[in-house]
């Protein structure tokens, strides 16, 4: 099992940037393919960007390609979310996710059976 705790959330103004962590403990990082996932108030939780374990394979989602950029460090058991050229429909409280696949880089929430507490996002116009 896996505990995750995201952090790095704030309030910026359109066209900022912002970077998100998610700090893992318990079973060893590596063995995980990670991901990223955003939920708005009264919508849909959706597929922000997921990565394989070893970094090599990343998939992102349409509205944030190009972008955002995830990536991770197992040595610090850490993942990461650089969010540039940030727009106010970015704004939502951001989760990290964890699957013990560890080459399993896919968009589907019901893929990931581990969740931080999330960390909000607010873009000003």
């Known amino acids: 099992q896996v505990q995750l705790v995201e952090s790095g959330g704030g309030l910026v103004q359109a066209g900022g940037s912002l970077r998100l962590s998610c700090v893992a403990s318990?079973?060893?990082?590596?063995?995980?393919?990670m991901a990223w996932f955003r939920q708005a108030p009264g919508k849909e939780r959706l597929f922000v960007a997921a990565?394989?374990?070893?970094?090599?394979?990343?998939y992102y989602g349409d509205s944030v390609k190009g972008r955002f950029t995830i990536s991770r460090d197992n040595a610090k058991n850490t993942m990461y979310l650089q969010m540039n050229s940030l727009k106010p429909e970015d704004t939502a409280v951001y989760y990290c996710?964890?699957?013990?696949?560890?080459?399993?880089?896919?968009?589907?929430?019901?893929?990931?059976?581990?969740w931080g507490q999330g960390t909000q996002v607010t873009v000003s116009s």
């Open positions: 996710a964890a699957t013990p696949q560890p080459n399993m880089v896919v968009a589907g929430w019901a893929h990931y059976e581990y």
């Open positions: 318990g079973r060893s990082f590596s063995s995980y393919a």
């Open positions: 990565i394989n374990w070893s970094g090599s394979s990343t």
